[in-house]
């Protein structure tokens, strides 16, 4: 079952000052330390060492991501 686009959040968390929603891509979760609130501009850092739980999480995430992208394509040449 392939859920519907509307579906697919990206991923990422709601600012808790201001309840944006702060897109992260997998890559500057990885391997950037800060992520800045679009709506507010406040700089939420991440400390690698307490956040190892769900970084493990964004990388089961990313796998997850890869394979519903080979599931697309997958549907796309049928
Ligand atoms: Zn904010």
Redesign the pocket.
């Known amino acids: 079952m392939i859920p519907p686009k509307e579906q697919q959040r990206p991923p990422g968390f709601d600012?808790?000052?201001?309840?944006?929603f702060?897109e992260m891509s997998i890559e500057s979760l990885l391997y950037s330390s800060s992520q800045v609130?679009?709506?507010?501009?406040?700089a939420y850092s991440m400390d690698r060492e307490k956040s190892n739980d769900a970084l493990k999480l964004v990388q089961k995430l990313h796998v997850a991501m890869k394979n519903i992208d080979t599931v697309k394509k997958f549907d796309g040449k049928h």
């Open positions: 600012c808790p000052k201001c309840g944006f702060i609130c679009p709506g507010c501009t406040t």
